[in-house]
């Protein structure tokens, strides 16, 4: 079945980076677009960004410039590098994908930016 498991997060200083990494497993994975979305306490899932089967990437506003998305296929693993990092982007964070139209959700990886 399909699986999705996060790693990476933890609490970092403001300005700090962090990567994080989720591994794929039960599907095709170079198929697929990889998106990784977050939530922070008492707000919606947002998406942060998104990688396309092709290597295309998507950045919400609030992000771009600052984290960058990626792909290696041969590890069936996406990951998010995540520079300057700022207190309103702790959350946690979820990998996705959608197979046959059904959505799949990593446990997520909780980041807290604080000083």
């Known amino acids: 079945q399909v699986q999705l498991v996060e790693s990476g997060g933890g609490l970092v200083q403001p300005g700090g980076s962090l990567r994080l990494s989720c591994v794929a497993s039960?599907?095709?994975?170079?198929?697929?677009?990889m998106p990784w979305y977050r939530q922070a306490p008492g707000k919606q899932r947002e998406l942060v960004a998104v990688i396309s089967s092709g290597g295309s990437t998507h950045y919400a506003d609030s992000v771009k410039g600052r984290f960058a998305i990626s792909r290696d296929n041969a590890k069936n693993t996406v990951s998010l590098q995540m520079n300057r990092l700022k207190p309103e982007d702790t959350a946690v964070y979820y990998c996705n994908v959608q197979v046959s139209s059904r959505n799949y959700w990593g446990q997520g990886t909780q980041v807290t930016v604080s000083s």
């Open positions: 039960g599907f095709t994975f170079s198929s697929y677009a």
